[in-house]
């Protein structure tokens, strides 16, 4: 930054200083102030006042004595780490860069994790990245000298040196790293088994396979012999393949349902998405009795019955998902015949269609790899479930929007979740493992991923992203840790 030739720094407006205050051979650790000054001395070696463009800031080594803590713990704080090239030996560097937060005193607790996520989110903006040390550095003076997220006091900023590597890191793999281009999908024993348990109950044919992956007869064969030896698939009638469950109990292959006595009707209904979800559903099922109706014409049907604890039930899933005219067809469908066959069901429960939304400064609303989740609004009374069908413009950047929402005529669903939550995994560890057991007869793995696979990233634009730290919880009035 150019520095200004002037002796004294006088103007009364809130300045924002740079205050270094540890640095070691690969770590780095800067305070960030906002202060009102009346007279800043630049005569001294260790004071340079900012000109020019950049105006206002202020490098005040003097000031390294300064500590955050005097305030009192950080309010909020997050860590991400990014790949330093040394322009020289081409080597990469893993740097991690934690940003800790603290606020006026004005600004209310409740929203500290919103108020740094936001300012994160500008930090990173894929429009204008801080490719180097000196433009994060730089970028963070910047944006809160122009305004932005005026109730922060002060950020300090640590930075360490974790690794160095010789290779490039590995990117995450997205949704088009399984597109060859053109639309061809690159073709796997692992896809092939997939795209077969999506479409359960509906049996896939080979042309099915080869019109979506855009691949050749011969390759696919290849595939379907594989999974059919392993004894996770089966060939039917008119050249088309379905999933085998394993070790399913009582299956039955009917035409049309058989009548139903009354004591056996169910009241709930459980509706799942994937495959894995309705083994998942079945492992909690007692006394399962499975009745399957194939049928090239049309959705197949299979219908799980039994009990969960004193409740009798029947699980089913959809044939195909997504927002496709095809897909939601084949739910309504799906949903439709299942309650017409089941009159006495009372309540319908949907598995496999609840999810969160990452969050980079609030444990409390941050959502990991492997939770259970459960649909609620955050304020009762308001839609569970939002979709916009489409939009229209109006001009002047405005738009029209055509939504679908949904709220529950009840909350005994949500209401049980926070009962499960207050009383602790105790309350059903013992149907937890009971289900665990049986689900271990499946080929597929049900343990939990380990805590070191759960990655979180941010996009940065040109297909390059940053893994950000999990939040955790922060000590302050009010908020539950």
């Known amino acids: 930054m150019p520095v200004s030739t002037m002796d004294y720094c006088t103007s009364k407006e809130e300045k924002i200083f740079m205050i270094p205050t540890a640095k070691t051979e690969k770590s780095t650790t800067i305070l960030v102030v906002k202060r009102d000054v009346d007279v800043v001395d630049v005569k001294k070696d260790n004071v340079h006042v900012a000109g020019g463009d950049h105006s206002g800031l202020i490098i005040h080594k003097e000031m390294a004595k300064e500590k955050p803590q005097d305030n009192g ?20 560097t893993l740097e991690s860069r934690v940003l800790r937060f603290w606020f006026k005193e004005y600004f209310s607790h409740i929203d500290y994790a919103k108020s740094a996520q936001e300012f994160f989110k500008l930090l990173v903006s894929p429009t204008d990245f801080p490719r180097d040390y000196v433009g994060f550095i730089t970028k963070i003076l910047k944006l809160l000298q122009n305004g932005h997220n005026p109730e922060i006091k002060c950020i300090e900023i640590e930075l360490n040196q974790l690794e160095e590597s010789a290779t490039a890191p590995e990117r995450p793999l997205s949704a088009d790293d399984g597109t060859l281009g053109g639309g061809k999908v690159q073709l796997t024993e692992t896809k092939v088994l997939e795209m077969i348990e999506s479409a359960y109950p509906n049996p896939l044919t080979l042309q099915d396979i080869a019109k979506q992956t855009q691949s050749d007869d011969e390759e696919i064969i290849l595939h379907l012999t594989s999974l059919q030896h392993k004894g996770l698939i089966k060939a039917m009638e008119n050249n088309t393949y379905t999933r085998v469950v394993q070790n399913e109990r009582s299956v039955k292959i009917v035409n049309q349902m058989p009548q139903i006595g009354k004591r056996k009707q169910p009241t709930i209904a459980i509706i799942t998405a994937q495959y894995c979800e309705k083994l998942a559903v079945d492992a909690m099922i007692d006394d399962q009795e499975t009745f399957v109706r194939y049928t090239t014409v049309g959705e197949s049907n299979v219908y799980t019955l039994g009990t969960i604890g004193y409740h009798r039930v029947v699980s089913t899933k959809l044939p195909s998902v997504g927002h496709t005219r095809e897909a939601m067809i084949a739910a309504g469908n799906t949903t439709t015949r299942l309650l017409g066959t089941f009159q006495k069901v009372d309540f319908v429960f949907l598995v496999g ?48 929007l055509d939504t679908r929402s949904w709220v529950p005529i009840i909350d005994v669903l949500q209401r049980i979740a926070k009962t499960i939550v207050a009383e602790g995994k105790e309350e059903w560890e013992d149907h937890y493992e009971a289900g665990y057991k049986r689900l271990k007869e499946q080929e597929a793995d049900f343990t939990r991923p380990p805590a070191s696979s759960d990655k979180l990233y941010m996009a940065i634009g040109e297909r390059e992203v940053i893994e950000v730290a999990h939040p955790h919880p922060i000590e302050s009035p009010g908020m539950k840790s």
Request: net charge positive; aromatic share 10%.
């Open 73 to 92: 713990p950080c309010k909020a704080s997050l860590e991400f780490r990014v790949f330093l090239v040394n322009a020289k030996t081409q080597k990469h």
């Open 353 to 400: 269609v609840g999810g969160g939304v990452p969050h980079f400064t609030d444990y409390n609303k941050h959502v990991r790899l492997g939770d259970l989740v459960v649909g609620a609004p955050e304020i009762p009374g308001r839609p569970i479930y939002m979709y916009c069908k489409k939009t229209q413009e109006r001009g002047d950047d405005q738009f029209d």
